[in-house]
């Protein structure tokens, strides 16, 4: 019998509050159930970084996320669904080499 692992994190941005669930997975990418391709183009974006940035420093994205977001505008709710993100990327692959990556790209893919 296999184990699944399972990691919740959190991300705030003004009173938008994201929680994303993440797991070993196929690279899908839901908030509030909808896929984020399915999102406008500069949301699409804003999620897409983190990603991108674990591709490049990971070398693969094999993780399933699922973001709830509650409060808040539109624009805050997306910032808070990609602190949420990056966070669950950091903590769910224990890897330092991708927290400096975020760090150096934007501080505020992990510190909001």
């Known amino acids: 019998m296999m184990i699944e692992k399972n990691l919740v994190v959190g991300g705030k941005r003004k009173?938008?509050?994201a929680k994303a669930m993440i797991k070993d997975g196929k690279?899908?990418?839901?908030?509030?159930?909808i896929p984020y391709e399915n999102l406008n183009f500069f949301s699409k974006l804003a999620i897409g970084e983190p990603v991108e940035i674990t591709k490049k420093v990971i070398?693969?994205?094999?993780?399933?996320i699922e973001v709830?977001?509650?409060?808040?505008g539109s624009e805050s709710?997306?910032?808070?669904?990609?602190?949420?993100?990056?966070?669950a990327l950091v903590n769910f692959t224990k890897s330092e080499e991708?927290?400096?990556?975020?760090?150096?790209y934007d501080k505020n893919l992990l510190i909001a």
Request: hydrophobic share 40%; no cysteine.
């Open 15 to 17: 009173t938008s509050i």
């Open 27 to 33: 690279g899908i990418i839901t908030i509030n159930k």
């Open 59 to 64: 070398g693969h994205f094999n993780f399933d």
């Open 68 to 72: 709830n977001v509650n409060g808040g």
């Open 77 to 87: 709710r997306i910032v808070s669904s990609r602190l949420a993100i990056a966070r």
């Open 98 to 104: 991708l927290k400096k990556a975020f760090s150096r």
